[in-house]
């Protein structure tokens, strides 16, 4: 299961968190803290996964933004690197050639993007047709809304 | 009018691929500012400002709804930063009342985000959950459904259960598959909730909608995990879904770079792994899909490797299977060969698992696994070690232990020191050669990391030392213990230790510091007071120091020497009597009445080398029956066990023969009494012996035993545990000890170290070379067992010096001053009787310096380019391709619906959707490749309204505009 989903800039600042299992908001500061000492510092050609506290953080760098996923050590770690590059390429489709000023401004689309790919901590659909399919009927019900 | 406007201009940012349209001036400067702050302080700064404007506006009466939506979506933002909102989540929680999609939406986003799910909050939510989830509108059941997955807890799980129940029949599939997630949720919160709903899941597993399918696979991978027996019915269906997924017999869209569905393969295969795994009839079913898999999957793309993996664990898991095993090594051994760290480290995992069917497998892959343990890569080395844990033998297990401790001395991460300590010290019991080795390799464990270590290891050490291991040599015991004593003074010279090592060491000295009579008594106890003083000690250390020297006392005075008071000594005494801890006290005390008693009375009450003695305890403490007579006579009250006391049972079960005891000739005249605070029935059983001792005299036996549980234990509740729990194993370790072994010194390591320094300049040039004579030589020599030892040359043969050493060190004291000479003259020139394996040594160990292996940093994006593409093009085939053709009753099921058509339409209708007409190239453009990388188009799009809403990205972060996936 994921426990949570970062994305952190190359600088370390957090362009978006979804904790899956429960953090308090100091845990949450901590983790982001620890994870991005370790995963920023890590040199390209290395494992995308590092072991942290028992469990693993699959991570994958996008242009200046990484994207951290954190597991237990059981699950199968190309398979999350996957889920993320599934992530990314929806991203893309939705924002169109997404760069990391649209998960900025618009972190909130971001994530209901997230939020059609996985559910409790789980990936829910791998078909990027169903989401998007979905996410225009969202986006279609809202602009509707607005025209009333 | 004005409003069409807004509107307007919003659809067309919305067409600028939904760039930053709806929100405000405000927002937007707000993300600025905190993008060009230079610091975190600057950051705080900023973000604390707009806390303090929102919890003034938010406030205000009547607030229009989508200045709200601006407003949470803020907190949102400034709680992803890290600081508190939590006076807003009140007004996130009113707007998931609202009746609009996209309030209603952002104010679960919000609440999902803020709330975990036992907030208060969280019974205001209930209610409108259950109405969104009764909707007309399948969007609103959606997003209703996934807050229940997040905020629904235990307790609330009854009230919504019932509704998402009804929702797995829902004509729309997307809410079907969230309902299943949702439930697959309920269940992992409670699993009572929902274990009654199992033939809903099962029924799932056959529904039209893959992605229902494919989710209803979680909860069953829970069910099977919990109780497998009951579910091998469904064997066969798994095995045809599979079998039809790698057919590719699901639409298009479920392919992923080409692999058909490979994330429902995944969970399938881990499905599989249980229901097969010690089952050789079910694993028969699962056999043929397998190896089709293994056919089948690409080794070119990450997600085939994912996959392949999966298979992988899966053979290991099921009964084994030659074809299939002859399958996963092949498989194995492609990922250690490859350059990708990634794939190596699943290689290595890979390894670890196959191993356990056939450890012979490791053999082929030991330089390949040498590799991986030099590799710079944290990650990689660690999974190395487990691998090397796995795979620990008698024969190999110095090395592997002396590199364990080499890693865990040179790393900070306290989680994983923990581990490899304990896995350490798993080994050291399990393998150890010899006994001193044995205690060497304590010592540095706890030296190096003594205070993360289980309390239970120490007492392991203690304990072979007092029992020893031959049963009949007793020579030997001596002689390790005085080894252990010497060793034990020497490592006091170090300026800080964990406190736990000094519990050992207080304890060693104070029971054999004087045996041998090597050291004299007055210098033992200096050296005791030494540690309190020397070292930043607790309470529990000084427990153990005063007790020492408190045997040290009674064996002398026992003897009949007398005993001369060190000063130093004297005023630690006095400390003692003036401490907080009544404990500390009391073992003061009791040093001085010691003190003054004649030498029978000492010796019967601190014998010599007594630790082991049994002692029996009178648990019925029978021999307080008389007083206890006497004062009931008197008018006492009689005792009532804690159970009946608080009108509870099992507060304590260590305790339980005398609660039955007790209560058997009680009476309960009182039905109930007030509860108690429950520390005042919790007393440590020392304690109660303590309390007893003064009223009636004891007999000798016992008053020891408590004394020397409380110097083994201070920490009164964990002495049961350690009776009972903490028995090193010595059953099947006995029997190794008891081999004639040499004995390592301690120096090993270091050793090791200076010789790889000297070779490691020419090592680059006969790397690969000398591999293939060593490979040879292995293939050479066919016996199963050696294979281990040779993976223990290799790693040993960076040390050349180690094997060297190995006869002489048996007559050598690891204290010899030549060693150091010795071992460097061995590194400099190999000796001309090693063998072959020895001279292709240093080439396979390079201690000192990783040698990195040298390749250009490549972008890893120039890669991921590489991947995207094909992707990207079957996902276009699939959109124009409507209709897939596929002759199976599955394919039936699963028929795709007119995609192109239902798409156009919506986007015809609204012609900013997501994928508006420019963007629409998935359509409309017949060349993909178009698509990805740079858009000029895009680009300048974003570029326009970038300016328009007046943000520049600053130097500060140039990135910010390169496309992720380009």
């Given at each position: 299961m994921i426990h949570f989903v970062l994305l952190l800039s190359r600088q370390g600042k957090v362009r978006l968190t979804k904790w899956y299992s429960p953090y308090?908001?100091?845990?949450?500061?901590?983790?982001?803290?620890?994870?991005?000492?370790?995963?920023?510092?890590?040199?390209?050609?290395?494992?995308?996964?590092?072991?942290?506290?028992?469990?693993?953080?699959?991570?994958?760098?996008?242009?200046?933004?990484?994207?951290?996923?954190?597991?237990?050590?059981?699950?199968?770690?190309?398979?999350?690197?996957?889920?993320?590059?599934?992530?990314?390429?929806?991203?893309?489709?939705?924002?169109?050639?997404?760069?990391?000023?649209d998960l900025i401004f618009n972190f909130h689309k971001a994530y209901y993007v997230l939020d059609e790919i996985l559910i409790a901590g789980e990936l829910q659909e791998s078909s990027k047709k169903t989401v998007a399919r979905l996410i225009t009927a969202q986006l279609v019900e809202t602009a509707l809304m607005f025209n009333l | 009018m004005e409003q069409l406007k807004t509107i307007g201009r919003e659809l067309a940012m919305g067409s600028q691929g939904g760039a930053w349209a709806g929100q405000s001036k405000e927002f937007l400067d707000l993300v600025k500012s905190i993008g060009e702050a230079r610091s975190k302080a600057e950051e705080d700064r900023i973000i604390l400002l707009e806390i303090e404007t929102l919890r003034r506006r938010i406030a205000e009466p009547d607030v229009p709804r989508r200045?709200?939506?601006?407003?949470?979506?803020?907190?949102?933002?400034?709680?992803?930063?890290?600081?508190?909102?939590?006076?807003?989540?009140?007004?996130?929680?009113?707007?998931?009342?609202?009746?609009?999609?996209?309030?209603?939406?952002?104010?679960?986003?919000?609440?999902?985000?803020?709330?975990?799910?036992?907030?208060?909050?969280?019974?205001?939510?209930?209610?409108?959950?259950?109405?969104?989830?009764?909707?007309?509108?399948?969007?609103i059941v959606c997003a209703a459904l996934t807050a229940a997955c997040k905020l629904i807890n235990e307790e609330t799980i009854p009230a919504v259960l019932p509704q998402v129940v009804d929702l797995l029949a829902h004509p729309k599939e997307a809410v079907r598959k969230k309902a299943v997630m949702a439930l697959h949720r309920f269940y992992q919160r409670s699993p009572s909730s929902v274990s009654h709903l199992i033939s809903n899941f099962r029924k799932k597993l056959c529904d039209n909608d893959?992605?229902?399918?494919?989710?209803?696979?979680?909860?069953?991978?829970?069910?099977?995990?919990?109780?497998?027996?009951?579910?091998?019915?469904?064997?066969?269906?798994?095995?045809?879904?599979?079998?039809?997924?790698?057919?590719?017999k699901l639409p298009k869209t479920y392919d992923y770079h080409q692999m058909p569905a490979p994330f429902i393969q995944i969970k399938l295969l881990k499905i599989l792994a249980l229901l097969g795994s010690g089952d050789k009839q079910t694993s028969g079913h699962i056999y043929n899909v397998l190896s089709d898999i293994f056919r089948k999957c690409e080794t070119s793309s990450n997600i085939g490797n994912a996959v392949l993996y999966e298979c992988i664990c899966c053979v290991s898991s099921i009964y084994p299977n030659a074809k299939l095993m002859d399958s996963a090594i092949e498989a194995t051994s492609k990922f250690l060969k490859s350059d990708s760290h990634n794939l190596k480290y699943m290689g290595i995992d890979s390894l670890g698992r196959l191993i356990k069917i056939n450890p012979d497998i490791a053999e082929e892959h030991q330089l390949a696994v040498i590799d991986c343990l030099e590799d710079p890569d944290d990650t990689l080395k660690r999974k190395t070690f487990e691998l090397l844990y796995k795979m620990t033998k008698s024969s190999n297990v110095e090395v592997i232990v002396d590199r364990m401790i080499d890693y865990m001395i040179s790393i900070n991460d306290n989680h994983y020191k923990t581990e490899i300590a304990s896995r350490c010290v798993a080994l050291a019991e399990q393998f150890a050669p010899s006994n001193q080795w044995f205690i060497q390799t304590m010592n540095k464990v706890f030296e190096h990391a003594g205070d993360l270590v289980n309390v239970r290891v120490a007492h392991n050490l203690m304990r072979l030392i007092s029992e020893g291991f031959g049963e009949d040599d007793e020579g030997a015991d001596s002689q390790l213990r005085s080894s252990a004593v010497d060793s034990y003074l020497r490592i006091l010279g170090e300026p800080k230790l964990p406190s736990l090592f000094l519990q050992v060491i207080c304890w060693v000295l104070g029971e054999y510091g004087t045996a041998d009579g090597k050291y004299a008594v007055s210098y033992i106890i200096g050296k005791l007071c030494d540690v309190t003083e020397a070292h930043l000690c607790n309470d529990t250390v000084k427990a153990y120091a005063i007790s020492a020297i408190m045997k040290i006392c009674a064996f002398e005075i026992a003897a009949g020497r007398k005993v001369e008071m060190l000063p130093e000594c004297q005023s630690f005494i006095d400390e003692l009597s003036a401490s907080h801890s009544t404990d500390l006290q009391q073992r003061a005390y009791e040093l001085q009445a010691l003190l003054s008693l004649d030498s029978q009375a000492v010796g019967s009450v601190l014998p010599l080398d007594a630790?082991?003695?049994?002692?029996?305890?009178?648990?019925?403490?029978?021999?307080?029956?008389?007083?206890?007579?006497?004062?009931?006579?008197?008018?006492?009250?009689?005792y009532l066990p804690e159970s009946e006391q608080l009108g509870m049972s099992g507060v304590s079960n260590f305790r339980s023969p005398y609660q039955q005891e007790a209560s058997s000739h009680t009476l309960r005249f009182e039905a109930y009494e007030l509860p108690k605070p429950s520390s005042i029935p919790v007393i440590p059983q020392a304690s109660v012996l303590t309390q007893t001792r003064d009223l009636v005299p004891v007999p000798g036996t016992t008053y020891y035993r408590e004394n020397n549980l409380g110097s083994k234990l201070p920490t009164g509740p964990e002495a049961s545990s350690a009776d009972v729990g903490i028995k090193l194993r010595l059953d099947g370790v006995q029997k190794k000890w008891g081999k004639p072994t040499y004995s390592s010194s301690s120096s090993g390591a270091t050793s090791a170290e200076k010789t790889t320094n000297g070779i490691g300049a020419h090592q680059d040039g006969i790397r690969s070379q000398s591999r293939d004579t060593v490979y040879d030589s292995r293939r050479q020599q066919p016996e199963v067992s050696a294979e281990k030892q040779r993976l223990a040359a290799s790693l040993f043969s960076s040390s050349a010096s180690k094997t060297e050493k190995k006869p002489t060190s048996g007559q050598r004291m690891p204290k010899g001053s030549d060693a150091n000479a010795e071992k460097s003259s061995v590194a400099r020139s190999v000796s001309p009787g090693n063998s072959e394996v020895k001279?292709?040594?240093?080439?396979?160990?390079?201690?000192?310096?990783?040698?990195?292996?040298?390749?250009?940093?490549?972008?890893?994006?120039?890669?991921?380019?590489?991947?995207?593409?094909?992707?990207?093009?079957?996902?276009?085939?699939?959109?124009?391709?409507?209709?897939?053709?596929?002759?199976?009753?599955?394919?039936?099921?699963?028929?795709?619906?007119?995609?192109?058509?239902?798409?156009?339409?919506?986007?015809g209708l609204v012609s900013e959707g997501v994928y508006s007409t420019d963007k629409g190239s998935h359509t409309a453009k017949p060349t993909p490749a178009v698509k990805k990388g740079p858009n000029l188009q895009d680009a300048l799009g974003k570029d326009a309204t970038v300016r328009q809403v007046g943000v520049t990205p600053t130097g500060n972060n140039p990135n910010l505009f390169r496309d992720l996936l380009g």
């Open positions: 308090s908001q100091k845990e949450r500061t901590k983790v982001i803290h620890e994870l991005s000492g370790l995963i920023l510092a890590r040199a390209p050609k290395l494992c995308n996964f590092v072991e942290w506290r028992g469990y693993k953080v699959v991570y994958r760098r996008y242009a200046s933004l990484y994207f951290c996923m954190c597991i237990d050590a059981d699950d199968n770690e190309l398979e999350i690197l996957e889920i993320i590059h599934h992530f990314v390429e929806i991203l893309d489709r939705y924002f169109g050639s997404v760069c990391e000023l | 200045r709200m939506k601006d407003y949470i979506i803020r907190l949102v933002y400034a709680e992803m930063l890290g600081h508190d909102a939590s006076f807003g989540y009140i007004h996130a929680v009113k707007m998931t009342h609202d009746d609009s999609l996209a309030l209603k939406r952002t104010g679960y986003l919000a609440v999902t985000l803020f709330l975990s799910d036992d907030h208060d909050l969280i019974i205001l939510i209930i209610n409108t959950i259950q109405k969104d989830l009764r909707s007309d509108n399948y969007l893959p992605g229902v399918m494919g989710a209803s696979l979680y909860p069953l991978f829970d069910f099977i995990t919990e109780d497998v027996n009951s579910y091998k019915d469904l064997v066969t269906s798994f095995v045809s879904v599979l079998k039809q997924v790698a057919e590719r630790s082991c003695e049994d002692i029996e305890v009178d648990k019925e403490l029978s021999f307080l029956n008389n007083f206890v007579q006497q004062s009931i006579e008197m008018g006492a009250n009689p001279t292709a040594a240093p080439d396979l160990l390079d201690f000192g310096e990783p040698v990195p292996i040298s390749a250009p940093t490549i972008d890893p994006f120039k890669e991921l380019e590489g991947l995207i593409g094909p992707a990207q093009a079957v996902i276009d085939n699939s959109i124009t391709t409507s209709g897939v053709q596929a002759p199976d009753l599955m394919a039936t099921l699963y028929m795709d619906t007119p995609p192109s058509g239902s798409r156009s339409s919506s986007s």
